[in-house]
């Protein structure tokens, strides 16, 4: 990726948490390709070490830290180590999710938890701890990874959906609350995303009837975005979230 004149992002520190989908990787490389360093914080060692392997091509540092991101205290340890090895942090990049379809009435209270901790909390607790320093600093870039179910209903996904818009809210209302403070805050709503070369033949009909693109997304399709997102030059975009589906949002 060619990185445009303004979205240079050298001597820049960022923390991204990691997915449970594929994606952390591609959005760590496009962070580092564009000159920052970057720390992985997750649960899922594999998915981290993974990320930290496409993200490593670059020349500049990417670590991973081992955390639990339903847990303040796990979630705040990792943010002072990072501080305490980069020395700041100037972007933070809200990308763990989860996800699963199920009829309303067939969803377990432990299943509610589960995913409204790890979809909404999780962002809550980092971007609390995450804040302190960048409250500090006067400064940062705050970019919450969300999807088109933010701001439309899906069949058997209640919960996620729910999940998502408040995850647009929290991002509208916090950019608002912070942006005074020199912190910028903002999403990208992320439509239906593959991370497999392969071809889209299997579904046609439906890639026909809800994509005008005709194809699936592809994280890499989002990377740009997310660059412009976490630089100085987006200074006057706050509180926005970018939908990149395809035209899916368009066709509802």
């Not at 020395?87 to 996800?99: E, F, H, P, Y």
């Not at 067939?106 to 607790?125: A, G, H, P, R």
């Not at 995303?193 to 890499?220: C, F, I, M, V, W």
Request: aromatic share 8%.
């Amino acid at each position: 990726m060619d990185t445009p004149e303004g979205w240079d992002l050298t001597g820049k520190k960022a923390v991204i948490s990691a997915d449970r989908r594929g994606w952390t990787g591609f959005f760590a490389a496009a962070l580092t390709e564009a000159g920052a360093d970057v720390a992985i914080i997750g649960s899922e060692s594999s998915d981290m070490e993974d990320a930290k392997n496409k993200a490593s091509s670059y020349g500049r540092k990417v670590i991973t830290k081992t955390t639990d991101l339903m847990s303040k205290e796990s979630i705040d340890q990792s943010i002072q180590n990072i501080v305490n090895d980069f020395g700041t942090i100037d972007i933070l990049v809200n990308n763990a999710k989860a996800d699963f379809g199920k009829r309303f009435e067939q969803v377990s209270e432990s299943e509610f938890d589960t995913l409204i901790d790890f979809n909404l909390k999780s962002m809550f607790l980092t971007c609390q701890s995450v804040g302190h320093t960048m409250l500090k600093n006067k400064k940062g870039h705050i970019v919450n990874m969300t999807s088109d179910l933010a701001v439309r209903g899906l069949w058997n996904s209640v919960i996620p959906c729910a999940s998502e818009g408040a995850i647009h809210q929290l991002t509208s209302s916090l950019a608002l609350e912070w942006g005074r403070d020199g912190i910028r805050v903002n999403g990208i709503g992320a439509g239906w995303l593959t991370t497999q070369n392969k071809s889209d033949a299997a579904e046609p009909d439906l890639l026909d009837r809800y994509l005008p693109s005709k194809r699936k997304g592809h994280p890499n399709d989002l990377t740009q975005m997310l660059v412009y997102l976490s630089s100085d030059s987006c200074d006057f975009v706050n509180g926005q979230t970018i939908f990149i589906d395809g035209g899916a949002l368009a066709h509802a």
